[in-house]
């Protein structure tokens, strides 16, 4: 991805360093995520009123009631998704501004996204596109299902939260693969990292977070 960049003021480069810097201090250690954050351009991805505000650490609206995630935890997700083995192939579920995907697909070699609100999906692919990311394929569904004609997956990343984890994701991975998912009710979700062992799945929780939730059914 070749992603050159000529803001200024509060879309500057030092403005990115600024956010950077900040989420290392707060522990995102993997420079290559650090780097991601760095080249893709957040203020493209909300709308032009807040592009003021892209580089601030905060969740910000994307219109139909959803929000784009604040840049740490884009980088926690994505920093358990690419840790070693480093996945190939990753699903996300909640496609949103394209902004998670944008990241992940300066990491891993294909993402396959999925949203349920069609308007969503076809702005994130028209944003996309423009910056030239073209490792990524779109669908327009309910992501409870996965994508099943291209399992497996090495990653399925979550952006809305379910109250479950649904079985139907954990069992589109590849054995050793990995689930990066908020799951919970609203306002008291846990970001929980699961991997798939040939005994089941093993679960392990990294931060307390507050997702919008996963709906079913198409928007
Ligand atoms: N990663 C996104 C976050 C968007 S918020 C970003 O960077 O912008 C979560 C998204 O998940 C919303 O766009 C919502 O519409 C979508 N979503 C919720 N339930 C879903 C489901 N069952 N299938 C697919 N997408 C879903």
């Not at 905060?58 to 784009?68: C, H, S």
């Not at 423009?130 to 309910?142: K, M, Q």
């Not at 846990?190 to 928007?219: C, H, N, Q, W």
Request: hydrophobic residues 40%; contains cysteine; glycine residues 8%.
């Amino acid at each position: 991805m070749n992603l050159t960049f000529e803001g200024s003021g509060m879309t500057s480069m030092r403005t990115r360093r600024r956010l950077v810097s900040r989420l290392r201090d707060e522990g995102i250690a993997d420079e290559s995520v650090l780097d991601a954050i760095l080249n893709v351009p957040r203020h493209i991805f909300v709308d032009e009123a807040l592009a003021s505000r892209a580089y601030d650490n905060i969740a910000l609206p994307i219109g139909m009631r959803q929000t784009i995630s604040q840049p740490f935890i884009v980088a926690l997700m994505t920093q358990a998704m690419v840790a070693e083995p480093t996945p190939s192939r990753v699903l996300e579920i909640g496609t949103g501004c394209g902004y998670q995907t944008a990241v992940l697909a300066s990491l891993v070699t294909h993402v396959y996204t999925v949203e349920r609100i069609e308007v969503l999906l076809t702005r994130a692919r028209r944003r996309l596109c423009a910056l030239g990311v073209d490792n990524v394929s779109y669908r327009h569904g309910d992501g409870s299902a996965g994508w099943p004609e291209c399992e497996p997956f090495d990653g399925v990343l979550v952006t809305a939260a379910p109250p479950r984890v649904p079985e139907r994701l954990a069992r589109q991975l590849v054995m050793g693969g990995r689930l990066v998912i908020p799951v919970g009710d609203s306002g008291r979700q846990r970001l929980k990292v699961f991997t798939r062992t040939v005994s089941g799945l093993s679960e392990d929780t990294i931060a307390d977070v507050s997702f919008v939730p996963m709906l079913r059914g198409m928007g």
